[in-house]
């Protein structure tokens, strides 16, 4: 992203797993959806999320409705090849404001992108995980007496 890469994709990720936090991601598209918090720079949009995920900063909550939570901006798979980062989204309906840190680094990082770019990049991915678990389900039924 921006030039940097994010991850060690090595093997050990479980397909399911992968498969799972991203359908929950994709689900929660209109959740990330924020005016007042798309309009903050990148530290703050970051510190903002982070904070009432990770302390007890509730900030957030005085912007955000009622059945929403911080963590719904969280766009990170959440798998070992991933534990590294910290990712976020905010859009404002058109465009994305992706934040993005790594652990034990101080740096915030943000791209704007189009809405439609970031939605059909996690909707490409999550029909190529399906593509793959479902592969995988079918050689082991195959493989079952």
């Given at each position: 992203?921006n030039?940097?890469?994010?991850g060690?994709?090595?093997g050990?990720?479980?397909?399911r ?10 689900q ?12 903050m ?31 719904d ?11 590294d ?6 859009s ?6 992706l ?47």
């Amino acid at each position: 992203m921006n030039g940097c890469v994010l991850g060690e994709f090595k093997g050990g990720v479980s397909l399911r797993d992968a498969w799972s936090i991203l359908l929950d991601i994709i689900q929660k598209k209109k959740n990330r959806i924020n005016l007042e918090i798309y309009e903050m720079d990148y530290e703050t949009i970051f510190s903002i999320i982070n904070d009432a995920i990770y302390s007890n900063d509730f900030r957030i909550y005085n912007i955000i409705e009622e059945k929403k939570f911080a963590a719904d901006f969280s766009v990170l798979i959440n798998v070992k090849s991933m534990l590294d980062w910290t990712i976020y989204c905010v859009s404002d309906g058109n465009m994305n404001k992706l934040v993005y840190k790594k652990h034990n680094c101080h740096k915030v990082h943000g791209v704007l992108m189009p809405d439609n770019l970031v939605e059909k990049t996690l909707n490409d991915t999550f029909l190529y995980l399906d593509f793959l678990y479902n592969s995988e389900l079918s050689k082991n039924q195959k493989n079952i007496p």
